[in-house]
């Protein structure tokens, strides 16, 4: 099954959808965007019951409905922020829009690169992680580089992720597939 080549062109919007499945999976992000959910809606949930408890229902049923306002609504306008934040990283970034034509060989010891500025050559086996999500291919590698393709560019796509399950199994690594996957 290898070698096997596959060309395509990734655009602004499949970066930001790497960054963001990047931040998905992060611990961290992970337990700020709970720990800011949960801790404004415990403060205006625990103020409501204050002013329950001296008798002003009006202000106390305002809070308490702020309170599961926020825990409901936060995390969708937080999502979004985050998307337009990483956007704007990316603009930032890149001094001209990513849309370069990209050539990415897959043979059984090394994995070579190369767009219209670069030419890399990657060892195999510095392969840690590879993940299919329902856009993007993305192949991760021990020294923290990391490659992206995406799925509706990519010609000779069915090839190249029969050769990706083949490196897996010859690694010895997982091939995960997340087709549930999306950005919330």
Request: glycine share 4%; no cysteine.
């Amino acid at each position: 099954m290898l070698p096997v080549t596959i060309h395509f062109k990734a655009d602004l919007d499949d970066y930001l959808t790497h960054q963001l499945f990047i931040a998905s999976k992060s611990a961290s992000i992970a337990k700020k965007r709970r720990r800011n959910k949960l801790v404004v809606s415990f403060l205006f949930a625990a103020a409501g019951a204050t002013f329950f408890a001296t008798g002003n229902i009006p202000l106390g049923s305002a809070l308490l409905t702020i309170g599961i306002l926020w825990f409901v609504f936060y995390p969708v306008w937080e999502a979004k922020q985050f998307t337009k934040q990483m956007h704007n990283m990316l603009l930032e970034n890149f001094k001209t829009p990513p849309n370069n034509q990209t050539t990415i060989t897959l043979n059984k010891d090394v994995i070579l690169i190369h767009d219209e500025t670069n030419k890399t050559s990657i060892k195999t086996g510095l392969v840690t992680l590879i993940v299919e999500i329902p856009s993007l291919i993305l192949v991760r590698f021990s020294d923290g580089r990391s490659f992206l393709v995406p799925k509706n560019k990519t010609e000779n796509l069915e090839d190249f992720e029969n050769g990706l399950r083949e490196l897996a199994r010859q690694l010895n690594i997982k091939y995960t597939e997340e087709p549930e996957w999306r950005w919330t």
